[in-house]
């Protein structure tokens, strides 16, 4: 069945210096991929998503890369603040047509001052 | 615009009884997901809705379980006779016909005794 394999599951970083997570999904019909912070006792909250017909995204210090072909997807975080830790979820889905958003187990990020 | 809320945000119940939770999307918002959420894992999709109509249901949704929106608005998951494994965060999220962004309620937390 599909699947969306994330890695890694922890990542410390000293504050200033980047953090980059990666995603691998296995269903190629997939088009749409969002990202989720997850702080403690709060739901997901959508940071940047990015869709199949493009393969970078940027939104100030967040980025997000996509490769089609392999199936896999990044995200960048530049000049991280303790403010950016938390749990980090991908995910993967349909779009429109088909909604199941299937989610990667998380990383949790550790931004060190 | 008030975001997605789910109530109650904790529920203590013990085994055997039943619960019911209870989200309330975003106004305009259409389709509604539920989902669970273990520790130290991504969000597992168990149905969805557009408008009233319950249009997929995961493998993880046992008998035991059930989801309505009555009248396209709010909705709710009942769970009967509650085992220890159904202990987890419950989270909704609502999206628009539109985009397949969907935002999420900060869950309800269940623990089964």
């Known amino acids: 069945g599909e699947n969306v394999e994330q890695h890694p599951s922890t990542l410390s970083v000293q504050e200033g210096d980047s953090a980059v997570i990666k995603c691998t999904y296995s269903?190629?019909?997939?088009?749409?991929f969002p990202w989720y912070k997850q702080e403690l006792g709060k739901g997901p909250q959508l940071i940047i998503d990015?869709?199949?017909?493009?393969g970078e995204k940027k939104d100030q210090r967040i980025a997000v890369t996509l490769n089609k072909t392999a199936k896999h997807f990044s995200l960048h975080i530049t000049e991280t603040q303790p403010e950016d830790s938390a749990v980090y979820f991908c995910?993967?889905?349909?779009?429109?047509?088909?909604?199941?958003?299937?989610f990667g187990a998380g990383t949790r990020l550790f931004v060190k001052a | 615009d008030t975001g997605v809320s789910q109530n109650p945000r904790h529920k203590i119940t013990k085994r055997g009884q039943n619960v019911t939770f209870r989200c309330d999307p975003i106004?305009?918002?259409?389709?509604l997901y539920w989902y669970r959420q273990t520790l130290g894992q991504g969000p597992e999709f168990l149905t969805y809705?557009?408008?009233?109509?319950?249009?997929?249901k995961s493998r993880l949704l046992s008998d035991r379980f059930s989801a309505e929106r009555p009248k396209g608005s709010f909705s709710t998951l009942e769970i009967q006779r509650t085992e220890q494994g159904d202990s987890a965060m419950y989270l909704c999220?609502?999206?628009?016909?539109?985009?397949?962004?969907?935002?999420f309620g900060a869950g309800t937390r269940l623990s089964v005794l």
């Open positions: 999220a609502s999206s628009a016909i539109a985009k397949n962004i969907q935002y």
């Open positions: 269903d190629s019909a997939s088009n749409y």
């Open positions: 990015i869709r199949s017909n493009v």
């Open positions: 995910a993967a889905s349909l779009g429109t047509g088909g909604f199941k958003t299937i």
């Open positions: 106004s305009e918002h259409n389709r």
């Open positions: 809705f557009q408008n009233e109509a319950q249009l997929e």
